[in-house]
């Protein structure tokens, strides 16, 4: 369990980067896996997202989890959009008390903003192709549509793969520049193979819309095999699945 430095000061909400241990899945699953939409059997996950609930003090039902689809799709979620059915969406926001909301990982980035003054919690799923289209920038604006202020908001951006292990092509590369050549910023080249710096450029969408309280669990996913689930890391060990990881957020 890891905890954002600047959202621990904060006593009206609970927070958590949750590892992937003490859970009940098994094999490359092992063992807190909290991925619907991963083959493991699904008693194991239910079971783990019950661990999760009890863990933060939440009802199970009240646990919200998005049907992430690598889009720039945000939603705003009342006690009235309350349901079993996972929500279609990259980031997801409440204003309302124990509503517990989360956002599943395996290499993109994961991130926690709270308001404190409006009183408004936000998770945010960052892929490439998110961060990419704008998920980031659409999640401010619907904060600001329910009364946030940039100033006032408090970002944690949470374990991610490095840019070390991240290798890209060409293409990608090439369709970063096209549309900012200020993106060079966020690769590295070594032995004409590209690397790319996801965790940068997600900071990089806030700060470029002026929110600037940013703080950062810089942990690899990819490397701390003990700790976090990896979907590079499944790949590069031919494993034909992955575990997700889960970081969560809560008003009190």
Same mark, same amino acid.
């Given at each position: 369990m890891f905890y954002s430095k600047q959202l621990i000061k904060y006593p009206k909400i609970k927070h958590c980067f949750f590892s992937n241990k003490n859970g009940v899945s098994k094999n490359i699953y092992k063992s807190?896996?909290? @991925?619907? @939409?991963? /083959? #493991?059997?699904?008693?194991?996950?239910?079971?783990?997202? /019950?661990?999760?609930?009890?863990?933060? @003090?939440?009802?199970?039902?009240?646990?919200?989890?998005?049907? /992430?689809?690598?889009?720039?799709n945000v939603k705003f979620i009342s006690r009235n959009s309350l349901n079993k059915n996972k929500i279609s969406c990259d980031a997801i926001l409440t204003n309302?008390?124990?509503?517990?909301?989360?956002?599943?990982?395996? #290499?993109?980035?994961?991130?926690?903003?709270? #308001?404190?003054?409006?009183?408004?919690?936000?998770?945010?799923?960052? !892929?490439?192709? !998110?961060?990419y289209k704008g998920i980031i920038q659409n999640t401010i604006k619907k904060l600001i549509k329910n009364g946030s202020k940039k100033k006032n908001l408090i970002v944690a951006i949470g374990p991610s793969i490095s840019q070390?292990?991240?290798?890209?092509?060409?293409?990608?590369?090439?369709?970063?520049?096209?549309?900012?050549?200020?993106?060079?910023?966020?690769?590295?080249?070594?032995?004409?193979?590209?690397?790319f710096n996801l965790r940068k450029y997600v900071e990089y969408q806030f700060k470029s819309s002026q929110v600037k309280n940013i703080s950062h669990i810089n942990l690899d996913t990819f490397d701390q095999k003990n700790n976090f689930f990896s979907r590079r890391r499944s790949l590069f060990n031919n494993q034909n699945d992955y575990g997700r990881n889960i970081s969560i957020i809560m008003i009190k």
């Open positions: 807190l896996n909290c @991925g619907i @939409g991963s /083959q #493991d059997k699904r008693k194991n996950v239910i079971k783990n997202l /019950q661990i999760i609930s009890k863990k933060v @003090g939440c009802k199970y039902k009240n646990l919200i989890t998005m049907n /992430q689809t690598h889009s720039n309302k008390k124990e509503i517990c909301i989360s956002v599943l990982t395996a #290499d993109c980035v994961p991130i926690l903003i709270y #308001d404190p003054v409006n009183n408004i919690i936000a998770a945010i799923h960052a !892929g490439w192709k !998110g961060a070390k292990n991240y290798e890209v092509s060409l293409s990608f590369y090439k369709k970063f520049i096209k549309k900012n050549k200020i993106n060079k910023i966020f690769f590295k080249i070594r032995k004409s193979i590209f690397f």
